[in-house]
Structures are given as structure tokens and as C-alpha cells.
């Protein structure tokens, strides 16, 4: 089974700066694709930034700028820095991966348990 829990959540001002952490554990034998989504009240879950194993990335039209994905392979982990935060940004932040089990080519989708950003003066 793999694990991926996330850490660096909290409560910051506007104009304020976070930095999220997803470590990956358990039976993993390489990870493809890492990402971070959020959900707020009411609305869907959407895609923020995620980041492939070779370092390319991809950001959400509202972070662009703003936001910056990056990862650790050595020790299965991704971060996400988040500068000027803005209230719209409060939500609760999923990272989400894709892993190879085994040496065989299947990849299983995971994802983590949600930390909170609230973003509010």
C-alpha cells in the first residue's frame, strides 16, 4: 500500500506565503506525475500545479505567478510554494500521485488526506 500525507497547511493573512509538503511511503518503485489539488466550500475540486518526474509543470490559470510546484524524487516528495496568497485561495489542499507498484508498467493513483489553507485577515 502507498501513503501520501501532506503537511504546512494553517492560517495566513493576505499577501502571506505557505509552503505545503506530500510525502509518498510504503510500496513504491518510481512515481510519474505529482500534483496538488484543492476543493473549497462549495465548489469542485480542481487542479492547482502538478509536476512530472523529469521537472516539467503545469499551474492553474489563478496561481500562475503566484505559486510554484517542485519536487524531491530521492525522497518521494513535492512541495508547493505558495506566495501572495489571496482569500480566494482558502481551501482544503489534496496532493495527488501517480506510482508504479512494481517493475511491471501500472501506475495506481493516490491521494492524500487534505490539509487546510485559510487565507483571512
Known amino acids: 500500500q502507498v501513503q501520501l500525507v501532506e503537511s504546512g497547511g494553517g492560517l495566513v493573512q493576505p499577501g502571506g506565503s505557505l509552503r505545503l509538503s506530500c510525502a509518498a511511503s510504503?510500496?513504491?518503485?518510481?512515481?510519474?506525475?505529482m500534483g496538488w489539488h484543492r476543493q473549497a466550500p462549495g465548489k469542485e475540486r480542481e487542479l492547482v500545479a502538478a509536476?512530472?518526474?523529469?521537472?516539467?509543470?503545469n499551474y492553474a490559470d489563478s496561481v500562475k505567478g503566484r505559486f510554484t510546484i517542485s519536487r524531491d524524487n530521492a525522497k518521494n516528495t513535492v512541495y508547493l510554494q505558495m506566495n501572495s496568497l489571496k482569500p480566494e485561495d482558502t481551501a482544503v489542499y489534496y496532493c495527488?500521485?501517480?506510482?508504479?507498484?512494481?517493475?511491471?508498467?501500472?501506475?495506481?493513483?493516490?491521494w492524500g488526506q487534505g490539509t487546510q489553507v485559510t487565507v483571512s485577515s
Open positions: 510504503g510500496s513504491i518503485f518510481s512515481i510519474n506525475r
Open positions: 495527488n500521485a501517480d506510482v508504479r507498484r512494481t517493475t511491471s508498467y501500472v501506475y495506481y493513483n493516490y
Open positions: 509536476i512530472g518526474s523529469g521537472g516539467s509543470s
